[in-house]
């Protein structure tokens, strides 16, 4: 199966589509933006393997039809959907109960890597549009000659697997950015304000989402 899928011209064209899709902006890559401005590279590089853990759990529930209830019950996705949004903004909350993200002197406030990987394991879990997108996406570059299940999980393999290095990518420019703006003033007084809006900005965002298929 897989050498025929390695060699044909759906597979290359599955890659320009994720590569396209995934370098694209959007609300996940905002939240690791945010992420690494607030704790530093590290903390943006543990956001980026939570996130890309929700999104493979993702990619795995459509392919076995999670995706499908969603897109039949409006009601299963609607709660789901308004648990992810719950989720960010206690996430802006917590950011602004939180003391300075920044020091007098300048450093980066220490937070546990491992919080900020379930953080964003559970953002991206609880966003069920990214399941949508898979179910909508990887269909369209399978085929009738090889298992249906083990083709998604082959995609979606994929397309996580390409999004991650988009979003270390990212993380990476993001970092450098920010070690810029940690000897500004300006930024360790208002950066965890502008933290907390994105937060709710993505809160807003995913409660008022439309059950249609997004990255």
Request: aromatic fraction near 12%; hydrophobic fraction near 50%.
């Amino acid at each position: 199966m897989f050498e025929t899928v390695f060699t044909s011209p759906r597979f290359v064209a599955f890659l320009a589509a994720s590569l396209i899709l995934a370098i694209t902006p959007g609300p996940g890559v905002v939240y690791i933006l945010t992420q690494t401005l607030r704790h530093g590279r590290n903390g943006g590089l543990a956001s980026v393997a939570g996130i890309a853990l929700g999104n493979l759990g993702n990619a795995c529930a459509a392919s076995v039809g999670l995706a499908t209830i969603f897109a039949v019950s409006s009601a299963a996705f609607t709660v789901v959907k308004l648990a992810g949004s719950a989720y960010l903004i206690f996430l802006g909350i917590r950011t602004l109960r939180t003391k300075t993200t920044f020091e007098a002197a300048g450093r980066v406030t220490v937070v546990s890597p491992a919080r900020l990987f379930r953080d964003g394991t559970l953002v991206a879990l609880l966003n069920p549009k990214t399941a949508l997108f898979f179910a909508a996406l990887l269909p369209q570059f399978m085929t009738l000659d090889a298992p249906p299940l083990g083709q998604s999980l082959f995609f979606g393999g994929v397309f996580v697997s390409i999004a991650l290095c988009t979003d270390t990518a990212y993380v990476l420019t993001a970092s450098l950015v920010s070690s810029a703006m940690r000897g500004r003033s300006a930024w360790r007084r208002y950066g965890k304000y502008a933290s907390a809006a994105s937060f709710f900005g993505l809160g807003v965002y995913a409660a008022l989402a439309s059950p249609r298929p997004a990255k």
